[in-house]
Nanobody, 116 residues
Framework: QVQLVESGGGLVQAGGSLRLSCAAS????????MGWFRQAPGKEREFVAR????????YYADSAKGRFTISRDNAKNTVYLQMNSLKPEDTAGYYC?????????WGQGTQVTVSS
């Protein structure tokens, strides 16, 4: 069992930056590939980035490449999403998930709003 709690969302102007954190509890956190997803109003949840549990291999959606960086600290049971050069279209609820390709656990989400 893994519990996930996201934080770090907020309101930022276009071009600004935010760092999201996802704190996990549960002994098996380090064995999961961790991902960030987002969901805008009226749209389906979409993949943003993921990081493997060993080796730290990363993969990004095209919309995130070059602007977002996912990282993890297994000692702190935390995964991060550094978001730079934010755009209004990045506005969404951001969720972390444990497991790939099937997400076994979800956090409650943190809202990111980017103003133009």
């Amino acid at each position: 069992q893994v519990q996930l709690v996201e934080s770090g969302g907020g309101l930022v102007q276009a071009g600004g930056s935010l760092r999201l954190s996802c704190a996990a509890s549960g002994r098996t956190f380090s064995s999961y590939t961790m991902g960030w997803f987002r969901q805008a109003p009226g749209k389906e949840r979409e993949f943003v980035a993921r990081i493997s549990w060993i080796g730290g291999s990363t993969y990004y959606a095209d919309s995130a490449k070059g602007r977002f960086t996912i990282s993890r600290d297994n000692a702190k049971n935390t995964v991060y999403l550094q978001m730079n050069s934010l755009k209004p279209e990045d506005t969404a609820g951001y969720y972390c998930g444990a497991g790939w390709p099937r997400t076994h656990y979800w956090g409650q989400g943190t809202q990111v709003t980017v103003s133009s």
